[in-house]
């Protein structure tokens, strides 16, 4: 299976908003507030609705978290039943080859490769060109190495901020 590069990164939280009234626009202002302030976000996710609700997760900086509890806890006066979850400790990791799009099974290969880790993969997101995974810090090394050795390529690390 042909990965060309995979980069992660450190440092990383994962955010899930629960109960968010699946009405049009509301994500819309809930990014654009985060966003007005500095925020980055990434590996953006939305669930199926369940009744007049969603959930939403995407992964910010550890760095921000201070700057998002206000911004998520200002929409609390018109979406009363919003939640957050958020769990540090992240690491993410992106496997890239521009011929993914044509190649069946490269996510289930990368799947199975952190498995024999065993990695658990607790988000997953993807493009036509490349997987990206959050796993738990403390299985960072384990990843690296399973990764090293299966695709043989030598994982940079980038920064997200």
Known sequence: MNISSITYCR?????????????????????????????????ISQTAP?????SVAF????????????VVN????TCPELTMEASAGMTKFNFYDEDM??????AAHVFTTLAR????????????VDISLLVQEHNEDIAL??????????PEEVDFN
Do not use: Q, W
């Not at 369940?50 to 969603?54: E, F, Q, R, T, V």
């Not at 190495?145 to 030598?154: A, F, I, K, M, N």
């Open 101 to 106: 799009v044509n190649t069946p099974g490269v």
């Open 59 to 70: 992964t910010v900086s550890m760095e921000s978290m201070g700057r998002l509890i206000p």
């Open 145 to 154: 190495s399973l990764c090293r050795e299966t695709y043989h390529v030598s």
């Open 11 to 43: 440092n990383i939280a994962l955010i899930t908003l629960r109960n968010v009234p699946f009405e049009s626009g509301v994500i819309g202002e809930i990014f654009t507030a985060i966003s007005d302030n500095g925020i980055n976000v990434d590996m």
């Open 50 to 54: 369940l009744g007049s609700a969603i």
């Open 74 to 77: 200002g929409f609390k006066a």
């Open 117 to 128: 880790g065993p990695v658990p993969v607790t988000m997953i997101t993807t493009s036509t």
